[in-house]
């Protein structure tokens, strides 16, 4: 069993550095990823924890001068996302709400970007504005330009933070932030965060706004977890919900990322007990499919850019491919939970079966690397 502490340096070798965990806490939401702070004297990365679940990915920061950055590739067409592009499919026409840490709107690789509403659910600042750099690094796997060009580079983004600058936020806040995103007519929401699953997270506030959304057809892609060999049943809340499109980490050898939360075919999850386990059918087991999560670089606070592995980008690139189909295919916008299930079904028979991972599901694979070509010709 490896050590719960974690090293990470920035650059060259450096100094190891030091974990921080939070005190647990049923009430509050953390997104999966590193939060990396610096100063110019000091480099110090620490570990986003909720309830017990700790991240295991790594981040190196990168300075911000622009013409030097290119995207992770391998990323991009091992999901069919440039397949998708070069169709003709570029998000145009979807609005993606994301709920995270915030939107360094003036960074060379997002300030191109459609944004098109925005909410400061912690300080209540009028302009964007991102203190963690969780958020723009989805954002800019998402819908980036410039440097480095998002999976569905058109769509229009609606952010809502929620989440402060150590990546925390409470349960209430981060349900209001989803509401007010189901509000301003997203399409499909990506939810980098999640906390502790099991029978405390049943009565949520996230948990029924989540619900809420569902049954305005909303789409909602979840993190599923960084808990890694330190598995506590299932994957996190939200993604645990039916109709959630749970997402697990890859990397580019299509190897399951070592931090990436197991799911449960079944619903009987220890965490509860079994009068209120979910009977998990196709296609509603966790986590349904993966993405590639390891090492991705993309846009990060202050102008910078960074590497970063975790959940949270598996589950951005997800959300952006479910942007492309709905662009594709505009008769599954905002429609019900049915039509959602219709949609995550076609997603099942399309995924890519990885190496090693059993078959039709698997507790970690899902049903495998979600293939975005295939899935615009299932739909």
């Known amino acids: 069993m490896p050590s719960n502490?974690?090293?990470?340096?920035?650059?060259?070798?450096?100094?190891?550095?030091?974990?921080?965990?939070?005190?647990?806490?049923?009430?509050?939401l953390s997104e999966y990823g590193l939060v990396l702070f610096?100063?110019?004297?000091?480099?110090?990365?620490?570990?986003?924890?909720?309830?017990?679940?700790?991240?295991?990915?790594?981040?190196?920061?990168?300075?911000?001068?622009?013409?030097?950055?290119?995207?992770?590739?391998?990323?991009?067409?091992?999901?069919?996302?440039?397949?998708?592009?070069?169709?003709?499919f570029t998000g145009s026409g979807v609005i993606v709400g994301i709920v995270d840490t915030g939107f360094d709107a003036g960074h060379e690789s997002l300030k191109g970007a459609?944004?098109?509403?925005?909410?400061?659910?912690?300080?209540?600042?009028?302009?964007?504005?991102?203190?963690?750099?969780?958020?723009?690094?989805?954002?800019?796997?998402?819908?980036?330009?410039?440097?480095?060009v998002g999976a569905a580079p058109d769509a229009q983004l609606?952010?809502?933070?929620?989440?402060?600058?150590?990546?925390?936020?409470?349960?209430?806040v981060v349900a209001d932030a989803i509401d007010w995103v189901v509000d301003q007519g997203a399409h499909v929401i990506c939810l980098?965060?999640?906390?502790?699953?099991?029978?405390l997270s049943l009565g949520s506030e996230t948990r029924q706004s989540c619900n809420r959304a569902l049954n305005r057809g909303v789409f909602i892609v979840a993190a599923a977890g960084n808990d890694g060999e330190h598995d506590d049943g299932?994957?996190?809340?939200?993604a645990d919900i039916d109709k959630v499109i749970a997402v697990g980490a890859v990397d580019e050898n299509l190897r399951i990322a070592k931090f990436s939360s197991m799911g449960d075919n079944d619903g009987e999850s220890p965490l509860i007990p079994p009068p209120l386990d979910t009977d998990r059918q196709d296609?509603?087991?966790?986590?349904?499919?993966?993405?590639?999560?390891?090492?991705?670089?993309?846009?990060?606070?202050?102008?910078?850019?960074?590497?970063?592995?975790?959940?949270?980008?598996?589950?951005?690139?997800?959300?952006?491919?479910?942007a492309l189909e709905l662009e594709a295919h505009p008769g599954y916008k905002l429609k019900d939970r049915n039509t959602i299930d219709q949609f995550k079904r076609a997603l099942q028979r399309s995924a890519q079966p990885c190496p090693g991972q059993e078959t039709p599901h698997d507790d970690h694979y899902g049903y495998g690397l979600i293939q975005a070509l295939q899935l615009h010709r299932e739909l």
């Open 5 to 28: 502490d974690r090293q990470g340096t920035t650059g060259p070798m450096g100094p190891p550095a030091r974990t921080h965990r939070p005190h647990p806490s049923e009430n509050v």
């Open 38 to 88: 610096m100063s110019a004297s000091q480099r110090l990365v620490a570990l986003a924890v909720l309830a017990m679940l700790a991240s295991t990915g790594c981040l190196d920061l990168f300075g911000g001068t622009t013409g030097h950055h290119s995207r992770s590739e391998w990323a991009y067409e091992m999901t069919e996302i440039v397949a998708m592009n070069e169709e003709g």
């Open 114 to 148: 459609d944004l098109i509403a925005w909410r400061d659910f912690i300080y209540d600042r009028e302009e964007p504005y991102d203190d963690n750099g969780h958020g723009s690094h989805v954002a800019g796997i998402i819908a980036g330009s410039g440097d480095i």
């Open 158 to 172: 609606v952010v809502a933070k929620a989440l402060d600058d150590k990546g925390k936020g409470s349960d209430s």
């Open 192 to 199: 980098s965060l999640g906390g502790r699953s099991g029978l």
């Open 234 to 238: 299932d994957v996190a809340t939200p």
């Open 283 to 322: 296609p509603d087991k966790k986590p349904e499919v993966v993405a590639p999560g390891v090492d991705i670089l993309s846009a990060w606070k202050d102008g910078d850019y960074a590497k970063a592995s975790g959940t949270s980008q598996a589950t951005a690139f997800v959300a952006a491919i479910v």
